[in-house]
């Protein structure tokens, strides 16, 4: 298949330098995790990185309930970043899961069993770097080959040759972190590709919902600000998207945003652990 055409975007930056910091000192600590990495959240779950003594990280899970385990599975050698999502839409064999890859291959853990499987049928001789799911759908990147989508039936379709650095995953798209852009594609390849953002300093803590997509940049000299699309929706665009600042800033990086119940920015990592947005982010707007 070939790359769709990617489409221009307006990005209203200088609105975004002309609105006051909202310090995150507002925000409230939910799980400290000092030193975690990658943050990922799906089903009121939340998951992470956690530093070990020997250098190596931690998956570790928050369940809705509010109790902080450590799944019994391996290590890993560098914080793993996790995708949370159901194996079906409804039915018996509807499961949430958390995927992963592990050692170049797609693996998946079930958050009620803590079963950790490795996911054959998505795993070949190349080298598995990131996989995503959602209602059954998976997506997976592969190290220089590009990033796939596979329906409910097993079909694959490559979506693009880009191997990027983070995903997040919707009902029917997927967003991606390629260098300093922010891309959105449907799931199903047709269509038109998406620019949330180009040029951008350091983007990490992609989120994505049906209709809108969010992303964090950083600079030491700036810290980090947040930015979001205006909703989209439907089959046919818009095509040219408008990305808002948001007035929240932190010092330091964060590395990973969650959305909540309403499909808003719930949560985030930063240096001191899981956080929450207070008041949330493009609320209303």
Known sequence: MSTPRITTILTTVALAAALPPAAAGADSLVTAAPGAKALAGGGGYLAWSAPTPDGRWQLTVRAPGGTVSHPAVAAFARPVRVSIGSTAPYGASRRLVATYARDGDAYELDLASGAETRLAALST???????????????????????????????????????????????????????GRIVIRRLSGHGRALVAGRNLADPSSLWLTRYRAGYATYTGQAGAKLYGTRRFAGSGGPYTLRVIGDPWSSPGPIDGIVVDGHGEPGYYLDADGVERFSPTPFHGR
């Open 125 to 179: 001789r190349a080298e598995e770097t990131l996989v995503a799911v959602g209602l059954g759908r998976y997506v997976v990147v592969r190290r220089g080959l590009g990033t796939y989508s596979y329906g409910p039936g097993g079909r694959a379709v490559r979506l693009t040759k880009s191997v990027p650095s983070q995903i997040a995953m919707s009902q029917s798209r997927v967003a991606s972190i390629e260098g």
